[in-house]
């Protein structure tokens, strides 16, 4: 059996009274990287309680993509609001915050959408820390929705 004996490791034990400072190669980097973002289709409201109205997730704006299958504009927003929302978009808040979306199909959760007074659609309800702080009714390119998230 053999040992492989580093540089670093040889230069500490040389001299006892000289203070061991390990290679920069050496020293063990730790890396961060936020949870990864979610989409939750066809919320129910268990569901949208639970992610949209989350007081403890400091670290991220909640989407609520208000839709119903009839509407064209909402066929036209939802790829976009599911591309932005994506891991691979790298797109955030402008508080910095990582982005969640949630769609909720308003003519299966009626009472979701009446708790919110949604009258038109599509509606994007935007939440941070379980409480409504933007929206937008109507479909935006993307353009326009990135100015509305660089304004939550």
């Known amino acids: ?12 034990t040389r001299a006892p009274s000289s203070r061991y400072v390990p290679a920069r190669s050496a020293i ?13 289709f066809n919320a129910n409201p268990e569901t949208f309680d639970s992610v949209a109205l989350n007081k403890d ?3 991220k704006v909640v989407l609520v993509d208000f839709y119903a299958e ?17 891991d691979s978009s790298g797109v955030k808040s402008g508080s910095g915050r ?14 979701l959408a009446q708790k919110y007074k949604i009258r038109a659609l599509p509606t994007v309800v935007a939440f941070k820390d379980g409480q ?13 929705i990135k100015n509305f998230l660089a304004k939550v």
């Open 57 to 59: 997730a400091k670290d």
């Open 98 to 111: 990582s982005l969640d979306l949630i769609t909720v199909n308003t003519d299966e959760e009626f009472d």
């Open 28 to 40: 063990r980097q730790l890396h961060w990287s936020p949870r990864c973002q979610q989409q939750y």
């Open 70 to 86: 009839w509407c064209q504009p909402c066929k036209m927003i939802s790829p976009i609001l599911e591309n932005l929302t994506s």
């Open 132 to 144: 409504v702080v933007d929206q937008f009714v109507g479909a935006l390119n993307e353009a326009g």
């Open 1 to 12: 059996m053999s040992f492989r004996v580093s540089k670093e490791f040889i230069h500490a």
